[in-house]
């Protein structure tokens, strides 16, 4: 008799349903990571590019000082490491807000998007997912720079990696964000060179920003302002096991910000994709 009461009452979802459709979600984004061998390509040969060609070139160039959280002079390519590591997240993070475009068309986040399971966790399973995702390829990264001689003290690969989990949710919010705006695929092309290229030239990934101070005042706060950079200095001091702490609290908060934004531009009765009169997305 009780529970003839309580189950027509019932309302939300029990902790197994919620870990199901987790399991689900991230499960699929790993086999779609897997049968798509040259997205792993791809990922790896940008920042190898840098690494091997532009570094090398750049090399007597650019000096680079002692700074934090280096204790001695170092090579460009160890400089720009962590910055190629958080590239990697970039791109991920945008290609995987460009597969949230085909999906939400004619995938199965259509699906996912009217079923009664609330909107921000399946979001935020989408986003753990190409979180999971980015760090497999920053690993395999990292395996090889290590043959390269760009090799952190041992526990830093360790030490790095809540760096690289939080760096790679604030950076994937982020494309979830810019895909909410976008309503064809022909698009992303001007998000590549609109947000992708500024973020990642205008940081602290390719050369330290005292450096940028010297040339141009403005460029520099430019940088300064940008959360990519945060990103990279975040990574940087963590594979050395040390934690820069403004650079924490800035990607922290601009995960959640990003994260919201989100959350509010899928809704449909608030965000930027609203349904039509026959209940489709416009």
């Not at 919620?18 to 990922?43: D, K, M, P």
């Not at 949230?100 to 996912?112: A, F, K, P, Q, S």
């Not at 820069?244 to 009765?269: E, H, K, Q, R």
Request: net charge positive; glycine share 8%; charged share 10%.
């Amino acid at each position: 008799m009780t529970s003839t009461t309580i189950a027509p009452g019932r309302s939300g979802f029990s902790l197994a349903e919620y870990l199901t459709c987790l399991n689900g979600i991230v499960w699929r984004e790993a086999l779609r990571f897997l049968h798509q061998r040259e997205r792993f390509i791809s990922a790896l040969v940008r920042p190898l590019v840098w690494l091997f060609i532009f570094a090398a070139g750049f090399r007597q160039v650019l000096g680079l000082s002692i700074i934090p959280p280096y204790e001695t002079y170092i090579l460009y390519e160890v400089y720009i490491a962590p910055g190629l590591m958080a590239m990697i997240q970039l791109f991920n993070g945008m290609q995987s807000s460009l597969s949230m475009v085909y999906d939400r068309e004619m995938g199965n986040m259509r699906t996912l998007l009217v079923s009664p399971l609330p909107r921000w966790f399946l979001l935020s399973c989408k986003l753990l997912a190409g979180t999971a995702v980015s760090l497999l390829q920053v690993y395999a990264f990292l395996l090889i720079a290590w043959f390269w001689d760009i090799a952190p003290p041992p526990a830093g690969y360790l030490t790095v990696l809540p760096a690289l989990v939080l760096s790679g949710l604030m950076l994937g919010a982020l494309g979830m964000l810019i895909s909410s705006g976008i309503k064809q695929l022909e698009n992303f092309a001007g998000v590549m060179n609109f947000v992708i290229f500024p973020m990642f030239f205008a940081s602290s990934a390719l050369y330290p920003l005292w450096r940028i101070l010297e040339s141009s005042p403005m460029l520099y706060y430019v940088c300064l302002f940008n959360p990519f950079t945060h990103a990279v200095e975040l990574i940087r001091f963590a594979l050395y096991g040390q934690i820069n702490w403004i650079a924490l609290a800035v990607v922290g908060g601009c995960t959640i910000v990003f994260m919201i934004g989100a959350i509010l531009a899928y809704d449909p009765s608030r965000g930027l994709i609203r349904r039509g009169p026959a209940g489709g997305e416009t």
